[in-house]
């Protein structure tokens, strides 16, 4: 910034002075050959720079040409990549879908599979009692029939003679003989 300064200031005192001026000698100030040097390096290089001013184009455009060509590619690969999404989709509703039957049709059989082993338990249970119930029946009755020939036994014993028992029980003996 300081060196733009100093520049600036120079040469604005160097105008202020009347150094700079305009200088109307044709041959002094170099003119004919800088028109000539001009005119040169527009003649050849006008040549050179509408060549590579249409390179260029030509590369412009086959760039744009390619660009469309990818722009035509991604748009193709878009509508499949759509169109798989939305196929992608029909077979994941399908799936559950068919999740959803199978859950339904797995609690149903694990339902009826519970209900049929709560009936059969039901049933083993039942016929457990009856058989509990037949021998706490027979228990009872034996206990009973038990009691009763003690009390008989009791009484005969009392009532009954030595000859009188022997009678009996040779009346039953024989009675199991027969």
């Given at each position: 910034?300081?060196?733009?300064?100093?520049?600036?200031?120079?040469?604005?005192?160097?105008?202020?002075?009347?150094?700079?001026?305009?200088?109307?000698?044709?041959?002094?100030?170099?003119?004919?050959?800088?028109?000539?040097?001009?005119?040169?390096?527009?003649?050849?290089?006008?040549?050179?720079?509408?060549?590579?001013?249409?390179?260029?184009?030509?590369?412009?455009?086959?760039?744009?040409?390619?660009?469309?060509?990818?722009?035509?590619?991604?748009?193709?690969?878009?509508?499949?990549?759509?169109?798989?999404?939305e196929q992608a989709q029909l077979v994941i509703a399908?799936?559950?879908?068919?999740?959803?039957?199978?859950?339904?049709?797995?609690?149903?059989?694990?339902?009826?599979?519970?209900?049929?082993?709560?009936?059969?338990?039901?049933?083993?249970?039942?016929?457990?009692?009856?058989?509990?119930?037949?021998?706490?029946?027979?228990?009872?009755?034996?206990?009973?029939?038990?009691?009763?020939?003690?009390?008989?036994?009791?009484?005969?014993?009392?009532?009954?003679?030595?000859?009188?028992?022997?009678?009996?029980?040779?009346?039953?003996?024989?009675?199991?003989?027969?």
């Amino acid at each position: 910034m300081h060196l733009f300064t100093q520049t600036l200031v120079r040469f604005s005192s160097l105008i202020a002075d009347g150094g700079v001026s305009f200088n109307p000698d044709i041959f002094e100030t170099n003119v004919v050959n800088l028109a000539i040097l001009t005119g040169g390096i527009f003649y050849l290089g006008s040549n050179a720079l509408s060549e590579s001013l249409v390179e260029r184009q030509q590369k412009i455009l086959g760039a744009i040409q390619e660009a469309e060509e990818r722009l035509e590619q991604a748009t193709e690969r878009l509508k499949e990549s759509k169109t798989q999404l939305e196929q992608a989709q029909l077979v994941i509703a399908s799936i559950k879908e068919d999740a959803e039957t199978t859950a339904k049709q797995v609690k149903s059989a694990i339902l009826t599979e519970g209900k049929n082993e709560i009936e059969r338990l039901t049933s083993a249970a039942k016929s457990q009692i009856v058989t509990i119930e037949a021998q706490v029946r027979k228990q009872i009755s034996d206990y009973v029939v038990s009691l009763a020939l003690q009390r008989v036994t009791l009484q005969l014993e009392g009532k009954l003679s030595d000859a009188a028992q022997q009678q009996i029980l040779d009346r039953n003996i024989s009675k199991l003989k027969d």
